[in-house]
């Protein structure tokens, strides 16, 4: 591999994909068609998915871009069905009082669409939860390490991760129950870890429905200069 100095660090060389426009536009539409067919799914099928397929959708997540390439993130894969109660439990626990005291009614009226609603019985029906941490610092050799764009770092690994997961033929949600401190309990994670988001990934129920929505056309998204 060819390599440089670049101020005293080792740089390699990058090969850039070499495509030409004709190969872009059929590339770019092939994967936005792709992604168009992923939805948000809340109905699992019991049946059990591969390990492997997990490890490999969560290295694609570290595959992310990251504030100083510090790599905030742990990611708590969990299959084991005593913690997936536990966690079913707590989070219903919050999310009861959520639906009935802490969210004002427009926000329940705009997720009536959605038919979300307290109970969260695909904590337990996923084969795998995947639960996100974003490191607030590191911790290296009992020593703090300064993270930077953690917020944003965490954000794209779960992008990438929700595009790994419908790439795989899986389904998720992503799901926030509010406040989710117990994952951080439940789960024994140290003091520099926050919980981030909770994703339930299997394959869709034989038979599933999703909400009827649609995605904002172009010429709404867009504003070009
Ligand atoms: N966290 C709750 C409520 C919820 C909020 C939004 I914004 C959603 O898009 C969906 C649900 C829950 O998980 O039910």
Same mark, same amino acid.
């Given at each position: /591999?060819?390599?440089? $100095?670049?101020?005293?660090?080792?740089?390699? %060389?990058?090969? &850039?994909? *070499?495509?030409?426009?004709?190969? /872009?536009?059929?590339?770019?539409? *092939?994967?936005?068609?792709? /992604?168009? *067919?992923?939805?948000?799914? %809340?109905?699992?099928?019991?049946?059990?998915?591969?390990?492997?397929?997990?490890?490999?959708?969560?290295?694609?997540?570290? !595959?992310?871009?990251?504030? &100083?390439?510090?790599?905030?993130?742990?990611? @708590?894969?969990?299959?084991?069905?005593?913690?997936? $109660?536990?966690?079913?439990? #707590?989070?219903?626990?919050?999310?009861?009082?959520? +639906?009935?005291?802490?969210?004002?009614?427009?926000? $329940?009226?705009?997720?009536?669409?959605?038919? =979300?609603?307290?109970?969260?019985?695909?904590?337990?029906? &996923?084969?795998?939860?995947?639960?996100?941490?974003?490191?607030? +610092?590191?911790?290296?050799?009992?020593?703090? #390490?300064?993270?930077?764009?953690?917020?944003?770092?965490?954000?794209?690994? @779960?992008?990438?991760?929700?595009?790994?997961?419908?790439?795989?033929?899986?389904?998720?949600?992503?799901? =926030?129950?509010?406040?989710?401190?117990?994952?951080?309990?439940?789960? #024994? %994670?140290?003091?520099?870890?926050?919980? +981030?988001?909770?994703?339930?990934?299997? +394959?869709?129920?034989?038979? =599933?429905?999703?909400?009827?929505?649609?995605?904002?056309?172009?010429?709404?998204?867009? !504003?070009?200069?």
């Amino acid at each position: /591999m060819e390599k440089k $100095k670049i101020e005293g660090f080792e740089h390699v %060389r990058y090969e &850039a994909p *070499q495509l030409s426009p004709e190969e /872009m536009i059929q590339r770019s539409e *092939q994967f936005y068609q792709v /992604m168009d *067919q992923r939805r948000t799914v %809340r109905e699992f099928d019991k049946r059990p998915v591969p390990l492997e397929v997990l490890e490999k959708i969560i290295l694609t997540a570290s !595959t992310a871009p990251s504030g &100083a390439h510090k790599q905030p993130w742990t990611f @708590c894969l969990i299959s084991d069905p005593t913690i997936k $109660k536990k966690i079913r439990e #707590a989070a219903e626990e919050e999310e009861k009082i959520s +639906y009935s005291t802490r969210m004002p009614d427009q926000w $329940k009226s705009d997720l009536k669409p959605l038919g =979300t609603n307290w109970e969260k019985p695909f904590l337990e029906e &996923a084969p795998y939860l995947i639960v996100v941490f974003k490191q607030s +610092y590191g911790m290296e050799n009992g020593q703090k #390490a300064q993270h930077y764009y953690v917020n944003e770092s965490v954000g794209i690994a @779960c992008g990438f991760l929700i595009a790994a997961i419908h790439q795989a033929g899986l389904v998720a949600v992503t799901h =926030t129950p509010s406040p989710m401190n117990f994952l951080s309990e439940i789960l #024994a %994670r140290p003091f520099n870890e926050k919980p +981030y988001l909770l994703i339930p990934v299997g +394959y869709a129920k034989a038979e =599933t429905y999703v909400p009827d929505i649609h995605r904002k056309p172009l010429e709404e998204i867009i !504003t070009k200069f």
